[in-house]
Structure formats: structure tokens, C-alpha cells
């Protein structure tokens, strides 16, 4: 079980990312535009710079959706790799068989 204050930091980050979502999407595309003069595409990137760092998703960790553990993650199930095998070996994954019987 991960500490609840990195799984509590890791939701609030994800909030920020969500709520700087598209003022970060329009910067990007504004600072990368051949067609925008220099002096417009620099403010942009300044303006993209000047937002906060947790507005970036890569700041944001997968962790698994019952233990919160960061490494080790399933994308496919949302989980880690422990609890996977738990809930796999339990029977409680549907379609998920052991390969050895």
C-alpha cells in the first residue's frame, strides 16, 4: 500500500492538469505555428512556461486503483502488479486465466 499522501498529491495533481488542460493545449499549438509572427509564438511559450509545473500531465504517475502502488502498473486493468495477481489467482478478473493449467 503506497502512502496516502502520494496518492492524495498524485489526485491533485491531476486535478490541475485537468483544470490547465486547454490554456496548455492552446499555448502549445500557438508557440509551435509557423504562420504566427516570432514575437507571438515567444509570448506563448513564455506564457506556457508560467504556468504552473503540475499543469503538465507528465508530472502525473500511474498507480494502481486499490493499493496505489506506482510501479509495477497494468494499464490494461488499472492495477499493479500485485493486486493483479491476487484478484488473477482469486478468480475475480474476468477472462483472465492462469497459463499453467
Known sequence: MAKTSKIARNAQRASV?????E???????AS???RLPAEEREAAMRDLHALPRDASPTR???RGASDGR??????QFG???V???QLALRGDLP???KSSW
Not at 490554456?23 to 499549438?29: F, G, I, N, P, Y
Not at 506506482?70 to 494499464?75: E, I, K, S
Open 32 to 34: 509551435v505555428n509557423p
Open 17 to 21: 492538469v485537468e483544470r490547465y488542460a
Open 83 to 85: 493486486q493483479f495477481r
Open 60 to 62: 502525473l504517475r500511474n
Open 95 to 97: 477472462g483472465v486465466t
Open 23 to 29: 490554456r496548455r493545449a492552446a499555448l502549445k499549438r
Open 70 to 75: 506506482p510501479r509495477g502498473y497494468l494499464r
Open 79 to 81: 492495477l499493479s502488479r
